[in-house]
């Protein structure tokens, strides 16, 4: 499942980065039912009509509080990467695990023949 | 054996070893608090056989004369975010519902090592996102708390390890294991009158922890006093080649080192965290716990965090972006719940068992952190997000500069009763308030007592340390128990 993709730049986004680079510290971003409906599926959870309507003014709540991180001024400033400074190890490329198939499948919803079942996907 | 319940880790340990009393009574008197203890809900999965067997174990030892692990003949209880293997683990969600690990989680596994038994898990907010507890799918946490004013309002016991600060302040277990993704030790743990440690990110692993938040998340113990925080950090922390962001150190001998001799420290008060509207019990505990410090030696400075208004902001884009990202596995296939309705695909079923599966709260934050890492939206909230983290970190930075430690307010009130705050998603987040600026920069974090607010409830102290320093904060944590004598407890209701 991707949750990263899907929902294209709206008129929102532009106006608020045009806000951010002006200085603005109020930006204008909101969410209406398309778009919590658009959310609701990129990630993957049903939601109907009524928890539509009641989500907007909830998410716009939160969403309006978040954005006066877009007052701070952030120029030349790097994105966190690692709280902690560390380096990624390399480990010696051997097999460390497997072989558990059971134990993999003894959680599964439905499993058969040793594997995962879900609905048939292609017709 | 009801007196039993009343020690605390190390009195435990010690007595134990002495042969003052053996481990098995030590477990059976907290196994009997526990099992009659159901009106606080604490336990989700009661365990008395594996608490058993490991007293059992630690009896032979001694007997033996073998040696005997850091925890050994110590029962504790396990927050339901570890996953312990054959031991039903849900995160407190109706989406593992039913699961069953097939593994034992880092931490729990080193508790094992060093002798713990496990009295059983810990109810917990669903997926640790709540600061009160409700938002477990089995229901809140009582706390053992009562205001004085006759009322008994039930109380949140914080969050969102409110299972194991209930259960570790009304003698149900003398210590518990607690996660801390932006203050789910230190704010329970302040409400319930217990002390806390937020170990440095990467001192405790997060392997075979479920996983929340994961730049922030630390597992660390929840206990009566800074001691028995120090033996139970030094049992569950460790490197593990199991998690890439695990610090390959070794783990000092905190208990060894503990001192409340504070001589030649500076600790610092950072004045953005005098937010309007703050109780003046919580002003006074502050005044109190400056003028303590100083009592153990220590040099009082004022300092400044310039960025700390941004830090709860930042923390509700960062921890739901990496939320919905980590709960996109439960998708009903491999494990958990499966939502199949009549004729679904492959989409639908997805779709219908998260919704079905996740709470309100957790579907909150996994809409909001897919919105603001979807295409278009990454940069605005995201990137800058992570911009302003990096500002945060460089504040403690600076601040490091003219101290060693900083003292605060754990949280901006006592504990609220439960439903007060839970229909306002925002209000619940505000108390994270002082909490949430040192989850995003990993710092060492502590919650210790520092007296009663008017109603009669706990309020506590926090200290930061540098990363690495759990020792200072360790030992802060120790100069404020010495002068605050802490003994208040909970009337026995339950």
């Known amino acids: 499942m991707s949750l990263l993709g899907g929902a294209g730049a709206t008129h929102a986004c532009v106006l608020f980065l045009m806000h951010r680079e002006a200085g603005a510290s109020r930006a204008c971003m909101s969410v209406d039912t398309a778009t919590v409906r658009k959310i609701a599926s990129l990630a993957r959870i049903r939601i109907d009509d009524a928890q539509a309507e009641a989500l907007v003014p909830e998410l716009n709540n939160i969403l309006g509080w978040i954005e006066q991180l877009g007052e701070v001024d952030v120029t030349g400033v790097e994105p966190m990467t690692a709280v902690i400074p560390n380096h990624l190890r390399l480990r010696d490329d051997v097999v460390t695990d497997g072989n558990v198939r059971d134990k993999v499948l003894a959680n599964a919803p439905q499993a058969e023949h040793g594997f995962f079942t879900v609905p048939k996907v292609i017709e | ?494």
């Open chain 2, 1 to 494: 054996m009801s007196e039993l319940t009343d020690l605390g880790i190390a009195a435990i340990r010690d007595g134990v070893r002495a042969g003052d009393f053996t481990a098995r009574e030590v477990a059976e008197g907290f196994i009997s608090a526990v099992a009659a203890a159901k009106p606080l809900n604490a336990f989700l999965v009661e365990t008395p056989d594996h608490a058993l067997a490991a007293a059992d174990a630690a009896d032979k030892a001694r007997a033996d004369g073998a040696p005997m692990g850091g925890m050994a003949g110590v029962p504790i209880g396990m927050k339901d975010l570890f996953c312990t293997e054959g031991v039903a683990t849900t995160a407190a969600s109706g989406i593992l519902d039913g699961f069953v690990p097939q593994y034992e989680s880092t931490v729990s596994a080193n508790l094992w090592a060093a002798g713990a038994g496990m009295l059983g898990k810990l109810n917990m907010d669903q997926f640790a996102m709540g600061s009160s507890n409700e938002t477990s799918a089995f229901g809140n946490v009582i706390s053992p708390w009562r205001r004085k004013d006759g009322g008994n309002a039930p109380l949140a016991p914080g969050g969102s390890s409110g299972g194991s600060s209930a259960a570790v302040s009304a003698r149900l277990c003398p210590g518990a294991t607690g996660t801390d993704t932006g203050g789910s030790i230190r704010q329970p743990a302040a409400f319930v009158g217990i002390s806390g440690i937020k170990p440095t990110y990467g001192r405790c692993s997060r392997w075979g922890t479920v996983a929340f938040a994961s730049s922030l998340d630390q597992a660390g113990p929840m206990a009566r006093d800074v001691r028995d925080c120090a033996i139970m950090l030094g049992a569950m922390a460790g490197f593990d080649v199991k998690d890439a962001t695990s610090l390959e150190l070794p783990v000092p001998d905190w208990e060894a080192r503990l001192s409340g001799d504070l001589k030649g420290k500076r600790i610092g008060i950072p004045r953005e965290y005098r937010v309007d509207g703050m109780p003046d019990d919580i002003e006074a505990l502050w005044e109190r716990g400056i003028a303590w410090l100083k009592d153990a030696g220590a040099e009082i400075v004022e300092v400044s965090l310039p960025h700390t208004k941004y830090a709860l902001p930042t923390y509700y884009i960062i921890a739901p972006a990496e939320a919905s990202s980590n709960l996109a596995r439960y998708d009903g296939v491999r494990y958990g719940l499966r939502d199949l309705p009549e004729g679904a695909g492959l989409q639908d079923m997805y779709a219908a068992t998260r919704a079905a599966g996740f709470g309100a709260e957790v579907q909150r934050r996994i809409m909001i952190g897919t919105y603001v890492l979807s295409a278009g939206f990454y940069d605005a909230y995201f990137t800058q997000a992570q911009k302003v983290r990096t500002l945060i970190a460089r504040d403690f930075d600076d601040a490091w500069k003219s101290c060693d430690l900083l003292l605060t307010p754990t949280a901006p009130s006592a504990a609220f009763a439960l439903g007060e705050k839970s229909a306002d998603p925002l209000a619940m987040y505000l108390n994270d308030v002082f909490t949430v600026p040192s989850s995003l920069a990993g710092l060492p974090a502590m919650s210790v007592p520092g007296g009663l607010d008017a109603d009669g409830l706990p309020l506590g102290l926090q200290i930061i340390g540098p990363a690495l320093d759990e020792q200072g904060v360790l030992n802060a944590g120790l100069a404020i128990e010495e002068r605050a004598g802490f003994t208040a407890r909970p009337g026995k209701w339950w």
